[in-house]
């Protein structure tokens, strides 16, 4: 991934005629292209790790695989939040890990740990680089230095059950590598958030992932069946059958765990046959609340689409779905919403003729494959367009939340009042959209996207505008995150998430695998 951007260089999205007309006409902003800095301009401060904590370190894991050069440093110096993107942009001294280790086995990571401890340095560990939450900040605190454990070399299949369904994967595995992997037996894992191509499975594992075909095949959590994870006080190797009574699930200490407790190295997960037909069809509904409720009756109904979405009017109408034609005339009034189904050809078609019986009765308009198979062609791309509206001198971020079915309403608008009262505070209008991606019988997902002018500090401008938005959530009862995880972004709302016992029973794990407190310190736990 680029030091400063959010992918592949070469996959930059330009903004269009309609999207530069958008933000001058209804955000005031100008367009002008910013100067965007060199890497070499780049000013990190200088790493604490000692020459004998340096030689320590490559003893372990090699003197390759032990880097304190800036432009490793960089690279891992965050995430790819809007935050991070716009500090990379600053002229100022710039944070980064004190050096970047690459481990080859569980043996050096545990190797690295127990040095570490021994040592007061903080270790963060890195996978694809993804995180839209601070869950990558080289946070030092009181440690004497901070360094980037990067798992890119536990990149194997270690096994694959095919009569029973299950893949065992290294932590490193990215999401196109799992798909090959996996893909060259006849198997997919089905898991396609929109940081697929970038991001681990490590990661999938540690943040809660969920991925755009959930409601086919789940979220992240939902595929592990067993894990391995290597903490300062052992391993854990856990999950020894489908489902089991004996007591609480572990596991879940280690999913969403962020890497505050342990590093994850394999996970085991549930995998499925390449579906051999895939159905498409797109949706129009009047407003988001008749779209809603159709979306609720299939979920309800279990008619099982792999993917069904829905975007609200304001989404709808920039065409935010269909990457490919964003800014440009709304290929329909009202909502949109996508399906989609995978399977053998009789149980596709099956499901798509419930669906479908389901939508048109509850007020959806069929708008045919076409607006479907464009969201699936470009629907990994919206990130790139956040870089050319950064440069553009907009700010533009995402924000995510669920709730009960009942409360979508309400939540949805607290969320965008607050978004849009403080950005105008700030001095700008603010566009925002909504839409919803993830469904369950109870309940769904709300995700949105903000796009504003720069006014000011926009990181200042941002930090509050997030501020109000996630006090919002918490007043209307709405959880802090649904998929991005907590970091450091969001552990200032931990406490109203889980209370303030909660907090001490986080804190009493912390304790007990991590006494020295070395793993990726300021996040997740208030």
Not at 58 to 81: E, F, M, N, P, Q
């Amino acid at each position: 991934m680029k030091w400063n951007a959010w992918g592949d260089p070469a996959a930059a999205k330009p903004l269009s005629d309609g999207i530069r007309t958008l933000l001058k006409q209804a955000l005031g902003v100008d367009n002008t292209a910013r100067p965007e800095p060199a890497e070499e301009q780049v000013r990190l401060r200088p790493s604490a790790l000692s020459g004998g904590n340096r030689d320590a370190l490559s003893g372990i894991v090699g003197a390759t695989y032990c880097r304190v050069d800036d432009h490793g440093r960089l690279l891992r110096a965050g995430g790819k939040s809007t935050l991070d993107l716009l500090r990379r942009k600053d002229s100022g001294v710039q944070d980064a890990p004190d050096a970047v280790l690459l481990p080859g086995d569980e043996n050096e990571i545990a190797a690295i740990l127990d040095y570490c401890a021994r040592n007061s340095i903080a270790v963060v560990p890195f996978g694809g680089g993804t995180s839209v939450v601070g869950g990558l900040d080289p946070i030092r605190g009181d440690f004497k230095a901070v360094v980037s454990l990067d798992l890119r070399r536990l990149n194997e299949l270690h096994a694959l059950d095919e009569v029973s369904g299950e893949a065992e994967l290294g932590a490193g595995v990215t999401g196109p590598e799992a798909e090959r992997l996996l893909g060259a037996h006849g198997f997919t894992l089905g898991h396609f958030p929109q940081s697929f191509q970038f991001a681990t499975i490590g990661g999938f594992a540690a943040t809660r992932s969920s991925g755009q075909d959930s409601a086919g095949y789940g979220r992240f959590d939902d595929m592990v069946r067993g894990l391995r994870a290597v903490t300062p006080a052992g391993v854990l190797d856990l999950g020894r059958a489908p489902a089991s009574a004996a007591g609480p699930d572990l596991r879940q200490l280690l999913i969403g765990s962020e890497g505050v407790f342990g590093i994850i190295t394999r996970v085991r997960v549930r995998v499925h046959r390449i579906p051999e037909a895939v159905r498409y069809e797109a949706w129009s509904f009047p407003d988001f609340a008749t779209g809603a409720d159709a979306l609720r009756a299939v979920v309800q109904t279990g008619t099982g689409p792999t993917v069904i979405r829905l975007s609200d009017e304001a989404e709808t109408g920039v065409n935010l779905a269909t990457t490919e034609s964003i800014g440009e005339q709304s290929i329909t009034g009202g909502c949109l919403a996508i399906t989609m189904f995978e399977g053998t050809a009789a149980h596709a078609e099956s499901r798509h003729a419930e669906t479908r019986a389901v939508l048109a009765a509850h007020g959806g308009t069929s708008l045919g494959e076409e607006p479907a198979r464009a969201w699936e062609h470009g629907r990994f791309g919206a990130p790139y367009l956040r870089d050319s509206l950064l440069s553009a001198g907009a700010l533009c971020e995402t924000l995510e939340t669920a709730t009960n079915w009942s409360n979508i309403g309400a939540l949805k608008a607290a969320v965008t009042e607050a978004l849009t009262t403080a950005l105008a505070e700030s001095g700008t209008p603010a566009l925002v959209l909504c839409h919803i991606s993830h469904v369950y019988p109870t309940g769904a997902s709300l995700y949105f996207t903000v796009v504003a002018g720069q006014r000011g500090n926009p990181i200042d401008q941002w930090r509050k505008a997030k501020a109000a938005a996630s006090d919002a959530m918490m007043r209307t009862g709405g959880t802090i995150t649904h998929h991005h995880a907590v970091g450091a972004d969001h552990r200032p709302w931990m406490r109203d998430e889980v209370g303030d016992l909660g907090v001490e029973v986080l804190r009493a794990v912390k304790a007990t695998l991590d006494p020295a407190g070395i793993l990726n310190p300021g996040k997740l736990i208030p």
